[in-house]
């Protein structure tokens, strides 16, 4: 059986949505990184970071990094459509997980954390940062909807891998609110991944209403 250590509305979701599309069995531990208990001590065992989502695979081994998790389960289980068939749009849609993880995902660890890469500096300067982040965030996201067309989801006819990482990493740091304008088709593409069948069971549970 799976172990997944993750949080509500967190990248743990994306994993979460795609270990019931691949129809295996998992336990979800809900562990965090600066909280102090059994289970964030069980994953910092497996995971130095103290990141979520970490996956224990059954065989006892561990993955990190929701990118890559998800890029193994799309592999390991083809019949669940986490990528695509076509060896090209498989690429492009690996591709665009890693650009997701790169560009998206790691600027919010600075929004929520200032402090871990301004140590020493005043809240006005750790704010400065923040803000710089933010509207860097914001065009990484808008530079990726001009990259990656949906046809009619990013992984084709179905959302895949890179549509459920899109939809959960979109929901922080006013991403949503900010393409709303600067790109409300991809923004109206994020709603619909949010309400499809694949999607919203387990989306629903971590972001309700």
Request: a negative charge; aromatic letters at 8%.
């Amino acid at each position: 059986m799976y172990q997944l250590f993750g949080h509500s509305q967190s990248g743990s979701s994306a994993v979460e949505i795609a270990l019931r599309l691949c129809d295996v069995a998992y336990r979800r531990i809900d562990a965090y990184s600066t909280e102090d208990s059994d289970a964030a001590k069980e994953l910092e065992a497996l995971n130095p970071q103290k990141q979520v989502p970490t996956l224990q695979l059954p065989d006892g081994s561990v993955l990190t990094e929701a990118a890559a998790i998800l890029i193994h389960l799309g592999l390991t289980y083809p019949e669940s459509k986490l990528l695509p068939d076509d060896p090209a749009q498989r690429a492009q849609a690996i591709r665009g997980l890693v650009y997701i993880a790169a560009n998206c995902y790691t600027p919010i660890g600075i929004i929520d954390f200032p402090e871990r890469w301004l140590t020493d500096a005043d809240e006005a300067t750790r704010q400065q940062l923040v803000a710089g982040t933010r509207q860097r965030l914001y065009r990484n996201w808008a530079l990726f909807a001009d990259q990656f067309p949906a046809r009619p989801f990013l992984s084709g006819a179905e959302p895949g891998a890179l549509d459920i990482l899109a939809a959960v990493i979109s929901k922080w740091s006013g991403t949503r609110e900010a393409l709303i304008g600067a790109r409300p088709e991809f923004y109206g593409l994020l709603e619909r991944i949010d309400h499809h069948p694949r999607i919203a069971p387990v989306l629903s549970l971590h972001w309700p209403g």
